[in-house]
């Protein structure tokens, strides 16, 4: 390829829109355009990365044994009335209607269209395993799209569904995709951890996540150094404290704290650890009536250390509050607590409430908590002697670094992460919605045991940029590069010698299957440079005049922070050393 020929569009600053590194760099670069909130173009530089994530992903999907087929971006209505998803799933599931006033929605994910094909094409036990994938345009109306291409509105994403005829083939299909997962972003060439997580809207009792390891990722890695144990922060465990509760050695006091409503603030004013306060957080539950009407609300009051975040996927898990909860308005917690929240507690509550308190709380002594009075604390709060054990003990919090961890085999560290593929076993959450079926060996119908796998296919390039850049732009890795290798010819149309060495060794990378380009567009050498260390081409071959005259050429990685002078015989076998090739 010659940039003559291609299509390149750089910018020396990045729209003011542009909020993260890789929102800035791929605008920079000329790789995307916005055309809306969300919705961007691919330009044909950011196409090239798209296309070569693509086909590593192809290459390995088909290796593992699944079958590639299209599904439609537009979906109708019913297929998704069948499992309910239509209603529950809310407003980033974009309903339209045609000509005749039929519902559709716009597919964010393909569930149900996939389970209608295997209802009808799957028959019989001697059809199975099969998995079938697809890479394909999705659009999921986010509230508030921001960050380009990792929280856009309209994306790619490869999905693929497999169906087993029992639990233990499904696990073993689960296995063979989480394995080919794992040799997908090998190949990427990125630094990623595989993460225990939480199925969340999807479903399913057995999922993995796959994380960019980067400074900026939204999602927080749990792992324990010292062994293989890495987990999302949703699903990492807190174990409960060892050792029986302390016996108590204060007396229960009301203690005023004027203005202080949170736990540091009245830490620092009595002088203590955070650690030694407890927060409460209200939340309730509705019992609907046949018309949809409130019919009774339950108020529960969560207790945690006051150095401890609440984990909603860990609480939206527990006994009474798996079917849904909300947090407790003010007026529901001033007719329960007798006060405004700052200052809840669970001693002399005006109206019975439901007390769940963490494994920490529910081992704490001695411990501080609001008094249910304005401007006023209890110290020395106890278990049993000062109001009732708890209701319910349960992990209700956010682990932090240091703790144990759940293997047992160190403590845990955490590090920051972008969620880039994800990996479920569904069970038969969409077939029994669906009654797809099949005839199994006993000629008796069996519902289908699923998975589902998906990798966010333009995502993936953002998280490459955020974990690979400096202060000149990107730096992708070989495998996903737009070229490989960028040949920059010094005043390539004054010198019929550079114009000559130029050629021959775009030919010759050529001939060997390398992704090159020659840049042959005549600009200077320091806006050529600056345009290649900005699109982030991992290797650079520079040849000019005075070098030629010398016998050698410049080599440079987009990681190196000086020029190698190469002999002209000896380039291309330094390339392909460095290419593997």
Known sequence: MKASQFFISTLKEAPADAEVVSHRLMMRAGMIKKFGAGIYTYMPMGLRVIQKVERIIREEMNAAGAVELTMPVIQPAELWQETGRF???????????????????????????????????????????????????????????????????????????????DRESAQLSYQTMAQAYRRIFDRFGLRYRAVAADSGAIGGDLSEEFQVIAATGEDAIVYCPTSDYAANIEKAEALAPQGPRPAPGQPMTKTPTPGKSTCAQVAELLGVPLATTVKSIVLATDVLDEQGAVAQTRIWLLLLRGDHDMNEVKVGKLPGLAQGFRFATEAEIVEHFGCKPGYLGPVGTRKPVTVVADREVAVMADWICGANEADFHLTGVNWGRDLPEPALVADLRNVVAGDPSPDGKGVLAIERGIEVGHVFYLGTKYSRAMNATFLDEDGKPKLFEMGCYGIGVTRLPAAAIEQNHDERGIIWPDAIAPFTVVICPIGMDRSEAVAQAAEQLHRDLLALGVDVILDDRGERPGAMFADWELIGVPHRITIGDKGLKEGVVEYQHRRDSAATRVAVGEVLALLKEKLGV
């Open 87 to 165: 209603d529950k799933m809310g407003p980033e599931l974009l309903r339209i209607k045609d000509r005749h006033e039929r519902d559709f929605v716009v597919q964010p994910t393909s569930e149900e269209v996939v389970t209608d094909i295997a209802r009808q094409e799957l028959r019989s036990y001697k059809q199975l395993p099969k998995n079938f994938y697809q890479i394909q345009t999705k659009f999921r109306d986010e509230r508030r799209p921001r960050f380009g291409l990792m929280r856009g509105r309209e994306f790619i994403m490869k999905d693929a569904y497999s169906f087993d005829r």
